[in-house]
């Protein structure tokens, strides 16, 4: 009998054993096909096997190298079986437009990225005109998912209007956020969408050359990245696009450890060579960017959703929504969770049906103390605020951030003050050194919050102080929003900076 | 002076991305690749090539926290800090294994074996917390698995 197994190579996976699964099912049973993937997501079933039966792919689940005997030999009586993988809840009830064959295909196998729906957007994007390209994606409601929220059909009209002889479509994939990894788990399960939707972008726009800057702490991601170029070349999706006389082609570059550039002016300096210094705005990036061409430059998520668009029609996408934030989000879960992985569905659940009725709230079983949404710079959010719906402007209105959508839960054992510290520290460590209220208010935050916890009585003044300067004073979002988790920790949490204050008295 | 060895191979290097857009984070990275670290004498080396100053050179190489200008231990440990890891006790894995290896962060233990290095954020933020022992991944990482893994490294 020939079996065909899936298993997981994100790196998410290979971190929680699945190699060794791997290896134990080439050794059990050698005729098997083994198809790795990359992950659907559902970090805490990981490794998470698929054994195709009568069709249908079940799941196994977190799977060990010595539970492949008993899968061979019972697999439906198995103790880790799931069932069909699509019937799992936390999967079933997701909404999978951008990750749609993520966790479905091999990452790098054209023929199946064609057989899953792969190209049918670049097709029908090859018979639109510019213009009209560019109003399909305003009409989509596309917003930048890096964090800013930006209409991409926007910025790519800039773009296109912009006369040049070279325009650039750079991807920011410095996915530095902690608790994010939407980014990562695209590139390593599909990464031929984020190349389609370059070069969907490419044709929208006039650019004909893209770069994907990569960070070097994905190592995964670069050597499939690079894999599917290659691979992209042989199948017509770079350089002459499937044979319609359009070219576009791109390079991935990778970052070299400096979270800042994930700051898209700086991260065009840095592909250009430089130091990875934030530059002022204006000019925009779309009228000079990289090299000081027209550039745009998108997120990920932002291109990877665009592919969708394309294929079903902006409408199908703007379907799904709440208010001006249209389409569909990569939720992660992160940090002290219970389910942690990656949830795509429509904006508009409140966050306390994603933090404790999809992630089931904390791993260690405590309760929720306080969730930090959108990254480092994001604020946390209290469980009382846990019906602010997910969407950008009402977390705006909440005093807060979506960025790229993840959220780390903590527990009620975590420190706010030492997370606050945290936030001022990192930085310091990571700001690029440009603008003075991020360069000396982040030290000055770190010194701040010591005094604080050493009982200081005047230093939540001169930290909040501090936090106004550095908000309304930095050059990027580095130096601009830290003071968001380190204010948003102080007016949630007050206790954690009182107590330490009393007990020093 | 570099030996003509060195000089060679970093010119093999300019030669090799002679013709992209930005080329100096590429050849900062194949350049460490090669001799794992970035040799000051390198650093005019470069500068010349690319038609850029020396400082220009320099002060790239300064800015990344990637880029050594000291060889790494035999393996390399990187443990997460970011707010994620901490959420799951990262701290406390992480100050285990500086005890443990008799270090510091950046340090390298005294028999040249281990360096330790912070990172922030691998991306396994739904499996935190989370560490690296060269090339390979650890999800849900504690002293055991750290250690399992180093002895692997090792062996």
Redesign the interface.
Known sequence: MSMTFYLPKDASARAMGADAVAAAITKAAPDAKLIRTGTRGMTWLEPLLELELDGTRHGFGPVEPGDIAGILADPQGHPKALGPVTDIPFFKTQTRLTFARVGVIAPTDMAAYGAHGGLTGLRRALSMSAAAMVEEVKASGLRGRGGAGFPTGIKWDTVRLANADQKYIVCNADEGDSGTFADRMLMEGDPFTLIEGMAIAGIATGATKGYVYLRSEYPDAIATMNAAVIAARKGGLLGDLLGSGQQFDMEIRVGAGAYVCGEETSLLNSLEGKRGVVRAKPPLPALEGFMGKPTVVNNVISLASVPTIFANGAAAYADQGLGRSRGTIPVQLAGNVKFGGLFEAGFGMTLGALVNDIAGGTATGRPVKAVQVGGPLGAYFAPHQFDTPFGYEEFDGAGGLIGHAGITIYDDSADMLGMARFAMEFCAVESCGKCTPCRIGAVRGVEMLDRMKSGDPVAQEVLEDLCETMRDGSLCALGGFTPYPVLSALRLFPDDFAARKEAAE | MPDASQTDRIAAILTAHDG???????I??AVQEEFGLIPDDAVPQIAEH?NIGRA?VH??VT?????RDAPAGRHVVKI?R???????GGDAVAAAALAKLGTEWHGTTANGKVTVEP??????????P?AMVD?R????VDAGKLDAALTEASA
Do not use: N, T
Request: charged share 15%.
């Open positions: 992209l857009e930005g080329p100096l984070l590429p900062l990275h690319l220009e002060g790239v800015f990344y926290h990637d880029f997460c970011a707010e994620a890891c901490k959420a799951m990172v922030y954020c691998l991306g396994l933020c739904s499996c935190a989370a090339d991944l650890i999800g849900r």
